[in-house]
Nanobody, 114 residues
Framework: QVQLVESGGGLVQPGGSLRLSCAAS????????MRWYRQAPGKERELVAS????????NYPDSVKGRFTISRDNAKNTVYLQMNSLKPEDTAVYYC???????WGQGTQVTVSS
């Protein structure tokens, strides 16, 4: 069965960095576009970054461009999100998702606060 396990979240001060990981299993990871989403309290889930099977990368929204970097290791069935220069408005639960697969993991909480 499909599993996506996010990790790496935590409490960080503004300007700090975190690296999120998502370990995938139960499907042919290397063939799928992988995406990171986030959901802040009281807001809808939004797409943060996407990486295709051929490592075609797209970042959304403009507010994270230049600060967030998505990458993947197909040998480890893992997708990463490097987050730098974090801001309080980045506070959210972060989820990974395989495009076309209706499964969501538990997410990992990121809190940016002084």
């Amino acid at each position: 069965q499909v599993q996506l396990v996010e990790s790496g979240g935590g409490l960080v001060q503004p300007g700090g960095s975190l690296r999120l990981s998502c370990a995938a299993s139960g499907f042919s990871f290397s063939r799928y576009t992988m995406r990171w989403y986030r959901q802040a309290p009281g807001k809808e889930r939004e797409l943060v970054a996407s990486i295709g099977s051929l490592n075609i990368i797209t970042n959304y929204p403009d507010s994270v461009k230049g600060r967030f970097t998505i990458s993947r290791d197909n040998a480890k069935n893992t997708v990463y999100l490097q987050m730098n220069s974090l801001k309080p408005e980045d506070t959210a639960v972060y989820y990974c998702n395989a495009a076309g697969i209706a499964y969501w993991g538990q997410g990992t909480q990121v809190t940016v606060s002084s």
